[in-house]
């Protein structure tokens, strides 16, 4: 079971937009649109901020999209905010070596 | 709003059985549209999920882990379990027990630190 391909980390200025890419393969997130994405602060568990690909739990802000073609999933924060500093990690259902789920590297990102 | 608490020992031998409760509020553990699970970070690095199961019995584990893991539910408690046999350092880490839709963990304990060192 490989870990979803994240970039290590990325950055914007406040106000500006970024998008973390998340790559796996024909059997996790080319698959299903079981996509999900989580934001981590220091210190704190992590927080569900999209599901399903591209849906956001209610309270998440509309600044966080998701989508997803072929293998790869992605997530743009737009009007980027100094909260919005934090690992993000995406995760898939899969199927490959009869794992369930499969969370990514993570990528910091950081608000400068 | 429900709620998940992780419990148990915070420091287990090499070799030894890690074991860890979850105890859940606000909702029922019976409810079959969700299902609980747990994933784990290791001190500075990424999530790895360990496993999931489903009220109707089902489970899925790592299979990097399959062959040292149980995972049990005790309905009279609202609570589910996991234990990790045979234990090295690198399973020292924060375990997170978590509810799950469609391979999302939509709610997380606050993790619990547990460290393998003798």
């Known amino acids: 079971q490989s870990a979803l391909t994240q970039p290590a980390s990325v950055s914007g200025s406040p106000g500006q937009s970024i998008t973390i890419s998340c790559t796996g393969t024909s059997s996790d997130v080319g698959a299903y649109d079981y996509v999900s994405w989580y934001q981590q602060h220091p210190g704190k568990a992590p927080k569900l901020m999209i599901y399903?690909?591209?849906n956001r739990p209610s309270g998440v802000s509309n600044r966080f999209s998701g989508s997803k073609s072929g293998n790869t999933a992605s997530l743009t924060i737009s009007g980027l905010q100094t909260e919005d500093e934090a690992d993000y990690y995406c995760s898939s259902h899969a199927t490959s070596g009869a794992a369930h789920v499969v969370f990514g590297e993570g990528t910091k990102l950081t608000v400068l | 709003q429900v709620q998940l608490q992780e419990s148990g020992p915070g420091l287990v031998k090499p070799s030894e059985t890690l074991s860890l409760t979850c105890t859940v509020s606000?909702?029922?553990?019976?409810?079959?549209?969700?299902?609980w699970g747990w994933v784990r970070q290791p001190p500075g690095k990424g999530l790895e999920w360990i496993g999931t199961?489903?009220?109707?019995?089902?489970?899925y584990y790592n299979p990097s882990l399959r062959s040292r893991i149980t995972m049990s539910v005790d309905t009279s408690k609202n609570q589910f379990s996991l234990q990790l046999s045979s234990v090295t350092a690198a399973d020292t880490a924060v375990y997170y027990c978590?509810?799950?839709?469609?391979?999302?963990?939509?709610?997380w304990g606050q993790g619990t630190l547990v460290t393998v060192s003798s």
């Open positions: 606000g909702g029922s553990i019976s409810n079959s549209d969700y299902h």
């Open positions: 978590v509810r799950d839709k469609r391979s999302s963990c939509e709610s």
């Open positions: 399903d690909v591209s």
């Open positions: 199961f489903y009220y109707s019995g089902t489970t």
